[in-house]
Structures are given as structure tokens and as C-alpha cells.
């Protein structure tokens, strides 16, 4: 029974930090897009010319991707990748 609730516990913890992360995320994401498009606005009311937003949106963007990998993706490794890596380990 101790067990259990041991891991709801940890089941909830882990919830609430993925949670958690993805709210962040979604907060990220709305900060890059109004950033952003203030930055082509700008670019768009001095001329039109080379489209310089470019930069800062490609160097943002790769953070941001990582950002969205942390929030959504796979955060741990699978048993069978940890049974896996045990036995290489072993074998050593």
C-alpha cells in the first residue's frame, strides 16, 4: 500500500513539472511571435529591403526549438534503454 502512494506521489510531482514546462513553453512562444513580429514590422515600415528579421528569428527560433523538445518530448529513457545500457555497461 506504502508503494503505492510512493508512486501517485511521484506520478504527481512528475505531472505537475511536465505541466510546468509546457506552460513555459507556450509563454516562450508568445514572447518569439509579438517580438518577432514588431522586428518585421519595423523591417517592413524602413523599406522592405533585405530581409534582415531573418537573424534573429532563425537564432531565437533554434532555442526555441530546443525549448519545445524539453516541454514535449521524451524527458526519460524507457526501461528497455536502461536494460539496454545496463547490459553494455556490463559487458565492460
Do not use: C
Not at 514588431?38 to 537573424?55: K, N, Y
Amino acid at each position: 500500500m506504502m508503494q503505492a502512494n510512493d508512486d501517485q506521489t511521484e506520478l504527481r510531482e512528475r505531472a505537475k513539472e511536465r505541466l510546468k514546462l509546457k506552460s513555459e513553453f507556450r509563454a516562450h512562444l508568445l514572447a518569439f511571435v509579438l517580438v518577432n513580429s514588431f522586428i518585421v514590422l519595423i523591417w517592413a515600415a524602413t523599406g522592405s529591403g533585405f530581409f534582415w528579421p531573418v537573424f534573429p528569428i532563425a537564432g531565437w527560433g533554434i532555442g526555441l526549438a530546443f525549448h519545445a523538445r524539453d516541454a514535449y518530448g521524451r524527458t526519460s529513457p524507457t526501461e528497455d534503454e536502461i536494460r539496454r545500457e545496463m547490459e553494455r555497461l556490463s559487458e565492460g
